[in-house]
Nanobody, 121 residues
Framework: QLQASGGGLVQAGDSLRLSCAASGRTFRNYGMGWFRQAPGKEREFVAA????????YYADSVKGRFTTSRDNAKSTVYLQMNSLKPEDTAVYYC????????????????WGQGTLVTVSS
């Protein structure tokens, strides 16, 4: 089970940190991904972190502004979002993939419920 939190309403240029807490599985065996879905748009890849050496991957649209990290002791993955833009407004989802990581939503095994991020201009 994945529980995402930390969303909210912020202004352009502000920062937010999303958290995704996992339970019920061996967290360290799962690569974790972040996706987002804006109103009227398809779900898109944001970031991912591998299960082993914590390699990270980012969509071009967020590279240099967002950072994902994980704390295996707390079974939690984070998405630090800086310099937020109105186009970052979306519901953000975390997802888990057993022994892997991917930029494709269909590759993930488990999904959180999503947390809404709204960035005003």
């Amino acid at each position: 089970q994945l529980q995402a939190s930390g969303g909210g309403l912020v202004q352009a240029g502000d920062s937010l940190r999303l958290s995704c807490a996992a339970s019920g599985r061996t967290f360290r065996n799962y690569g974790m991904g972040w996706f987002r879905q804006a109103p009227g748009k398809e779900r898109e890849f944001v970031a991912a972190i591998s299960f082993s050496v914590s390699n990270t991957y980012y969509a071009d649209s967020v590279k240099g502004r967002f950072t994902t990290s994980r704390d295996n002791a707390k079974s939690t993955v984070y998405l630090q979002m800086n310099s937020l833009k109105p186009e970052d407004t979306a519901v953000y989802y975390c997802a888990a993939k057993f022994l892997g990581g991917s930029a494709y939503a269909s590759d993930y095994d488990y999904w959180g419920q999503g947390t809404l991020v709204t960035v005003s201009s």
